[in-house]
């Protein structure tokens, strides 16, 4: 008999264990209504005692952080950072004493900890649910979020537990230790576990550089910016001097490559500024100056504008039309504040064909130069109409002539010649040659580049010196 009752005994212990097991796979509305009786764990009464509110702790510590950072800096492709939380660690718990299993819930936010001691939210992540035990965690797995970089993160867990699906308690832990790397600008930095929030703030970003196609430069001609180590996609301002000449977006890798026109300024040089936010960075370029002839060869009587850039402001330039190596003047003028004027003038009618130089010298030792070309047909010749033909008579047969003899030739002495008078040159231009001031004159080829007339400058009418 004993054996017997002892066989039922342990047939109902087995029973009873079958019956637990499936409970711990029914879903919440299946349990919810449910009352476990006279079922008790020493683990359980434990865990209670120590923690009359709910049984969570987060997996987070000196040696394995509870939250890791990866900063994503400009040369790796991006500029976030990536906050990889791990989940809390959550038991089941029931103000009614013998409940085993329950439905518990997490969600992470992460706010930006401000040097006031405040913390604004940044992001509050999605809400997960899953059955606890008391002596089975949730299976709840690690998520991450990317955030943008440069911001001091804290994370922060909040547990809830329900019953009868209404909730009965709610925990909330914040992260203490978080893990620091980096992915990118090889900067200085000072990587490992840290407390107090996901802060990149002692990581130190390598400089941002700029680099220009020129260093030496005329008016109205072309230069290319590149610029590394800047923020990702964000906007850049180009400044010339003190202005603004244009904005452009960063690339995703901090990158910027652009070209601009350098604007009517004065010879000297001159600061090219790239400015993001709280970033900048400069570089110096040199303008130099620039006589530029609109058009550049044409025939005698052609008008043609000399554009003068680059030159000091106020500064008196004499303007020459060279013949060979004898010069004539053109004009004289005075320089604008950016160092900029205009003049037109006439190619002198005895120019002869080919290549002629044009010289501004400045009083201050600045110089430009340019080449007209002269072709051998001047404007005024072309323009007069050629004559008509007249058509050639036809012949007429003359009658026969009588043949009447020929008288006897006398010989009359030739008379003594007459001098012929010497040709005075009163219808040549004299030209006084003038020294070429080398030093100071420098011209930059620029080749392809289109005519970009500077229209604040008026031209000044003048001519060469006038033909007798």
């Known amino acids: ?89 959550v038991y089941a718990r029931d103000a ?57 993160y804290v994370v922060v867990a909040t547990i809830g537990w329900y019953t009868n699906n209404a909730l009965t308690g709610v925990e909330r832990h914040q992260y203490t230790y978080y893990g620091q790397s980096f992915a990118g600008d090889s900067g200085s930095r000072s990587a490992g576990i840290v407390t107090g929030g996901c802060n990149p703030g002692f990581f130190t970003p390598p400089p941002a550089k700029i680099t220009l196609s020129r260093t030496r430069i005329n008016v109205d001609s072309s230069v290319t910016v590149t610029i590394t180590g800047f923020p990702s996609n964000a906007p850049v301002a180009i400044n010339w001097d003190k202005t603004t000449v244009k904005t452009v977006q960063s690339a995703l890798n901090g990158s910027v490559s652009t070209s601009f026109r350098i604007p009517p300024s004065v010879v000297g040089s001159h600061k090219i500024t790239a400015v993001s936010g709280a970033r900048s960075v400069s570089a110096t370029i040199t303008v130099v100056p620039k006589l530029r002839l609109k058009p550049t060869s044409g025939p005698t009587g052609t008008s043609v504008i000399v554009y003068l850039r680059g030159f000091a402001a106020g500064e008196s330039v004499t303007v020459r039309w060279y013949e060979g190596s004898k010069a004539t003047e053109i004009a004289t003028v005075k320089m604008s504040l950016t160092g900029s004027k205009n003049v037109v003038f006439t190619v002198p009618k005895k120019a002869k064909a080919g290549d002629h130089l044009i010289r501004g010298d400045g009083n201050r030792g600045n110089a430009a130069k340019a080449t007209f070309v002269v072709s051998n047909v001047s404007i005024s010749a072309a323009s007069v109409a050629s004559p008509t033909p007249t058509p050639t008579p036809k012949a007429t047969v003359a009658p026969t002539a009588t043949p009447t003899p020929m008288p006897t030739a006398t010989v009359t002495p030739e008379p003594t010649p007459t001098p012929l008078p010497t040709a005075t040159p009163d219808d040549l231009e004299v030209l006084t040659p003038i020294p070429e001031p080398e030093p100071g004159l420098e011209v930059i080829p620029e080749p392809g580049e289109p005519d970009v007339p500077d229209a604040e400058e008026p031209p000044i009418e003048a001519e060469a010196t006038p033909e007798p």
């Open 1 to 89: 008999m004993r054996s017997r009752a002892l066989s039922v005994c342990l047939g109902l212990v087995l029973l009873l264990g079958v019956a637990l097991a499936a409970i711990h796979h029914l879903p919440v509305t299946a349990f919810s209504s449910v009352a476990l009786r006279g079922f008790d764990l020493l683990a359980v009464n434990e865990a209670r005692a120590a923690n009359a509110t709910g049984v969570s702790y987060l997996p987070d510590s000196a040696t394995s952080p509870g939250v890791r950072c990866t900063h994503k800096l400009p040369t790796s492709g991006s500029n976030s950072t990536r906050v990889s939380i791990k989940a809390p660690v």
């Open 96 to 152: 009614a004493k013998w409940r085993e299993i329950q439905l518990v819930t997490w969600y992470a936010t992460v706010y930006e900890a401000q040097a006031n001691g405040k913390q604004t939210l940044v992001k509050q992540g999605s809400l997960y649910s899953a059955i606890a035990a008391d002596d089975e965690p949730a299976p709840f797995s690690d998520i991450a979020y990317t955030l943008p970089i440069g911001k001091n």
